[in-house]
Each structure stands twice: as C-alpha cells, then as structure tokens.
C-alpha cells in the first residue's frame, strides 16, 4: 500500500495486520481520487472508519489542507499517526479514536469537512447511519462531497434537501457512490 499522487507519491504505507481491515485497493483508490481530483486542493478532509488512513493521506498528498481520521480501534489509530509521520503530515492531521457516530454526534459544536469518505465494514447498517447523521447534523460545507465505497449491490438511501446523490462508479464487487450537497460540481 503506497501514496499514488502529489507530494508524498511513493510512499510506503504501514498496514495493520489481520482480517480486521479491508484495505481500498490501489485500483479502486485511483478512481476514488480521479473522480474527486479537482475538489481536493485546500479542502478539509474527513477520513471515517479510516484503517490505515490511506485515503485521507492520499488526500493531503495531492493538496488538501488538512485530515481528521477516525477509527475505533486503537491499533488503528496508532497506526494512522504512524503513517501521518511517514508522510511527514503531523501539522495537517489529526487522529481521533473514537466510534464514528460518535464523532458524527460531536460535530454538532460546528466543525464541518469539504470532503468525507466512508468506507465503514460491508456488512453493517454504519454506512447508513453515518450519512444519516452527516446530514442531519449538516456537516458537510457547501459544495462538499461524501465519498461512500460498498459491496456492489448497496443502495444509497433517499437524501433531503441539501444532500444529492451523484453518480455510482463499479469495479467488480466494489462501488463507489458520489454524495453532494448542493451546489457541488461534481457528479
């Protein structure tokens, strides 16, 4: 696992072991970014369910001002600071561990991202939950996007009014869906 883009290109990234973790592969993670490449630059970036913290870094290498990364688990928090000291991003990072509804719940004090990704465990209602308090809380700025990646055969649920679905890209059994909330120029 490694930085594809921007100023940290190359870098190794360190990965938890186990099963635990489900990794974004290289292939899906390109798409990610080439879907959401001209939203990136100085854009405040949520990485939920963060693992290894890949996309939030991936995110910062190609030009975004800073990364909030969230994960449950304490071996994955450590193991995100460790990767944000790999890529020398100490001073436009920060790690939480914690639950992300949790977190979620705790944005309510006014902190709000251009950027979210949430690729929580496949087989669990967090993916659901998350955007239903995203939006409730309306977390996410103006012209914001949510990255959601999924089993293929997950269905976005219905958004209100400021919140937009945009399009679904597949690859294999992995899909990406593109949430906006409006204004965004993005599909």
């Known amino acids: 696992m490694r930085i594809i883009s921007g100023i940290?290109?190359?870098?190794?990234?360190?990965?938890?072991?186990?099963?635990?973790?489900?990794?974004?592969?290289?292939?899906?993670?390109?798409a990610l970014f080439n879907i959401i490449q001209f939203e990136l630059e100085g854009r405040r970036v949520l990485d939920l369910f963060a693992g290894?913290?890949?996309?939030?870094?991936?995110?910062?290498?190609?030009?975004?001002e800073h990364s909030t990364f969230v994960d449950r688990r304490?071996?994955?928090?450590?193991?995100?600071?460790?990767?944000?000291?790999?890529?020398?991003?100490?001073?436009?990072?920060?790690?939480?561990?914690?639950?992300?509804?949790?977190?979620?719940?705790?944005?309510?004090?006014?902190?709000?991202?251009?950027?979210?990704?949430?690729?929580?465990?496949?087989h669990t209602n967090l993916l659901e939950n998350c955007i239903e308090k995203i939006t409730r809380f309306d977390i996410l700025r103006e012209h914001g996007i949510i990255v959601c990646e999924s089993r293929a055969e997950w269905t976005l649920p219905p958004l209100e009014s400021p919140y937009e679905a945009g399009r679904e890209y597949r690859y294999g059994q992995i899909k990406l869906t593109v949430c906006r909330r409006t204004g965004s120029v993005i599909g």
């Open 8 to 30: 940290a290109r190359g870098r190794k990234l360190k990965d938890l072991q186990g099963t635990d973790t489900r990794p974004t592969t290289d292939k899906v993670k390109e």
């Open 74 to 122: 304490r071996e994955a928090a450590a193991l995100v600071q460790e990767n944000v000291k790999l890529c020398r991003f100490e001073d436009r990072a920060r790690v939480v561990q914690g639950e992300a509804q949790a977190f979620l719940t705790s944005c309510v004090r006014g902190e709000r991202f251009d950027i979210i990704f949430l690729d929580p465990p496949y």
């Open 52 to 64: 290894t913290g890949q996309l939030g870094l991936e995110a910062l290498s190609r030009g975004a």
